[in-house]
């Protein structure tokens, strides 16, 4: 239950930072690029911090950890590049 509510997480704060990369690129050109590499940096670290905390405090193992981790950093991540890419 754990992993889909993240990917959820991952894919509002995605939409919540093309909505200001949006709103900002009147003013600043480069707003959408920057809004996916924010985007890309702050979900690398929130999808770290719960790849630590499944190994350090739930108990499993980095090799059980690994692929969960791919997932949720991984989908929210192809879903930004290919909205920068197609659309903005």
């Known amino acids: 239950m ?3 509510l993240f990917l959820l997480a991952g894919l509002l704060l995605l939409a919540a930072s093309m909505l200001l990369g949006k709103l900002f690129s009147s003013n600043y050109p480069g707003a ?5 590499l924010m985007f890309v940096m702050c979900w690398l670290g929130i999808s770290s911090a719960n790849l630590w905390v499944g190994v350090a405090k739930a108990g ?3 090799n059980e950890e690994i692929p969960i981790f791919l997932l949720i950093f991984g989908v929210p991540t192809i ?10």
Do not use: G
């Open 60 to 62: 499993y193992t980095l």
């Open 79 to 88: 879903v930004a590049v290919i909205l920068k890419w197609r659309f903005f």
């Open 2 to 4: 754990r992993t889909p």
């Open 32 to 36: 959408t690029y920057a809004a996916t």
